[in-house]
């Protein structure tokens, strides 16, 4: 215990004396830290604006086309196949789910695109409201959006506004009453906004063929499941009653959503090759700090230091260094986070955040075991040129 305490003495005396070289180390690892941090948090806002309605939707399965591939934009389900879905035991209730895309012109003349998604008022997929009333009827000539719109432009509850989609080659538009409001509802990158089937079906996007010809189909079909029943035991029951589906839970519609995948994948890659780059630049620098002071660790061992000793305090020395830089970069990061728009998709999740702040903490032990393996096998009397 003696041992420790004077390792921890002459770690920190080391760090005070030469303190300016310890702080441009330590900023050092601030700046990586910094850089960790933003990128899972950028990955978090990136597959948070891709996934977050799906993440938040009152269902337990999705039912999409066969061979659709579990991907949402490639399905075409009869909304007949969601009336029959209600029928089977097992399901609570079911709602299909239409996708478009849209505009809403802002009153400062520019425009805010947002994802167009037709919902049946009142079963699943339809979201809950935080502000004003849900969607009234199938043809009603109102609309939900998501809390982003609100916070990017001057659209307020009770508002009229006005959408601009392209049917054929021409623009149309149309005006909706903004009812209600709902929050965590990004899809595919852009907020949504909620209207009945019946009002999706006539604002909606349409080609050529399809102008003057009423829709039957919803991209897929959102299933809540009654009490008492395990998924795969309903996906069986639905398999065998109802044809021409293929069904996936939340966690595989999420994984399926086209570059979800990839575009973690490459973040995440991001973030491996940072911390890399920390443990060299941090091993580097302390083997040059053991190099630097091989006759002080001869003098140490001459007079009786034992390798503990030594081991513990360069140690102590890389830890002490590596915490105040995690500190600094963790400090940085937070006063960076206050300052951004909500247009920018970087959400700092405590979970992601504190996984990378203990990689962080660990990457200077680690960083540093050649250094500290020299410094270990130091011998006093070639340190002193006794030999």
């Given at each position: 215990m003696n041992?420790?305490?004077?390792?921890?003495?002459?770690?920190?005396?080391?760090?005070?004396?030469?303190?300016?070289r310890f702080l441009l180390v330590s900023l050092v690892i601030g700046l990586i830290t910094l850089l960790v941090l933003f990128i899972a948090a950028l990955g978090e806002g990136l597959g948070n604006a891709n996934?977050?309605?799906?993440?938040?939707?009152?269902?337990?399965?999705?039912?999409?086309?066969?061979?659709?591939?579990?991907?949402?934009?490639?399905?075409?389900?009869?909304?007949?196949?969601?009336?029959?879905?209600?029928?089977?035991?097992?399901?609570?209730?079911?709602?299909?789910?239409?996708?478009?895309?849209?505009?809403?012109?802002?009153?400062?003349g520019k425009t805010l695109k947002v994802s167009l998604l037709g919902v049946e008022p009142g079963r699943p997929g339809d979201p809950a409201v935080t502000q004003g009333h849900a969607l009234a009827g199938d043809e009603a000539k109102e609309a939900v959006v998501d809390l982003n719109i609100l916070q990017r432009s001057d659209v307020k509850v009770g508002d009229l506004i006005t959408l601009r989609v392209t049917q054929g080659t021409k623009d149309q538009l149309y005006k909706l009453r903004v009812v209600g409001a709902t929050d965590g509802?990004?899809?595919?990158?852009?907020?949504?906004?909620?209207?009945?089937?019946?009002?999706?079906?006539?604002?909606?996007?349409?080609?050529?063929?399809?102008?003057?010809?009423?829709?039957?189909?919803?991209?897929?079909?959102?299933?809540?499941?009654?009490?008492?029943?395990?998924?795969?035991?309903?996906?069986?029951?639905?398999?065998?009653?109802?044809?021409?589906?293929?069904?996936?839970?939340?966690?595989?519609?999420?994984?399926?959503?086209p570059g979800f995948s990839a575009q973690q994948s490459t973040v995440q890659t991001q973030a491996v090759f940072t911390l890399l780059i920390g443990v060299l630049v941090i091993g580097g620098f302390?083997?040059?700090?053991?190099?630097?002071?091989?006759?002080?660790?001869?003098?140490?061992?001459?007079?009786g230091a034992d390798n503990f000793l030594v081991g513990a305090a360069a140690v102590l020395q890389i830890i002490i260094t590596t915490v105040i830089g995690v500190a600094l970069g963790g400090s940085l990061a937070f006063l960076f986070s206050l300052s951004f728009p909500p247009t920018v998709p970087i959400i700092f999740n405590g979970a992601n955040s504190a996984i990378a702040i203990v990689a962080l903490l660990l990457i200077?032990?680690?960083?540093?075991?050649?250094?500290?393996?020299?410094a270990v096998k130091i011998e006093p009397l070639k340190a002193l040129r006794l030999s």
């Open positions: 041992n420790f305490f004077l390792a921890a003495y002459l770690s920190w005396q080391e760090v005070w004396r030469n303190r300016g996934r977050q309605y799906l993440d938040n939707l009152d269902a337990d399965l999705l039912v999409y086309r066969e061979k659709a591939d579990f991907i949402i934009p490639a399905s075409r389900v009869e909304r007949s196949t969601a009336r029959a879905i209600r029928r089977v035991e097992g399901v609570a209730d079911a709602g299909g789910i239409a996708t478009s895309s849209a505009a809403i012109l802002l009153a400062d509802q990004l899809y595919t990158f852009q907020p949504s906004i909620f209207v009945p089937y019946g009002t999706w079906d006539r604002v909606r996007t349409k080609s050529d063929a399809e102008l003057n010809q009423p829709s039957s189909t919803v991209n897929v079909v959102a299933v809540r499941m009654a009490a008492g029943i395990s998924q795969t035991e309903l996906k069986q029951r639905l398999t065998n009653q109802v044809t021409g589906i293929e069904i996936a839970d939340i966690p595989t519609a999420v994984a399926n959503v302390f083997q040059i700090q053991i190099l630097q002071k091989v006759p002080q660790i001869g003098v140490l061992k001459a007079i200077g032990p680690v960083g540093g075991l050649v250094s500290i393996f020299y």
